[in-house]
């Protein structure tokens, strides 16, 4: 005799579009849906976090490249792991320098998960973003402390 219960894999109670949606507008991280268009990857969905984090609101960005967000400062190596990623249909998760609307710079940590939607046939990108500006900024002010440090050592040894 089997014990084993053969589970359905779709979730207990149905989930209705309306709810998802009051769901993902209520996270405090940025979550964005896209999907690639030859080079380029369009936004299709974004939630309040992210337009309270760039600045930017859904009809003044939905349907664009998302490369927006770098400004023309693509010269990152989190750019390069991204494109790998989306050329390999892998998920990855970078730090990057992106700027809001008034051009103000914020570190964003991103995570991009791929997924392939089997009825439409259609790759998608979920894209969950964090503002990490904070966190960045006092770990670059930590470095810099050590940094003195360590100069302020080397004067005193100097001393002797």
């Not at 990108?125 to 050592?153: F, H, N, S």
């Amino acid at each position: 005799m089997n014990n084993e219960k053969d589970f359905d894999k779709s979730p207990a109670l149905p989930i209705r579009a309306e709810l998802l949606m009051k769901l993902l507008d209520e996270t405090d991280h940025g979550i964005t849906l896209a999907e690639r268009e030859g080079d380029d990857t369009i936004l299709l969905y974004v939630n309040h976090a992210f337009e309270q984090m760039t600045g930017y609101t859904a009809d003044e960005c939905l349907y664009s490249d998302c490369r927006f967000l770098q400004n023309g400062d693509r010269d990152q190596d989190a750019v390069n792991k991204i494109n790998a990623a989306i050329s390999n249909k892998e998920a990855v998760r970078v730090k990057l320098r992106n700027y809001r609307k008034d051009g103000s710079l914020f570190w964003n940590d991103l995570s991009i998960t791929p997924y392939f939607d089997k009825v439409e046939g259609v790759m998608y990108y979920i894209g969950i973003q964090r503002d990490v500006t904070e966190r960045t900024d006092l770990k670059q002010q930590l470095r810099d402390a050590r940094a003195q440090i360590e100069e302020l050592e080397r004067q005193l040894k100097a001393l002797g």
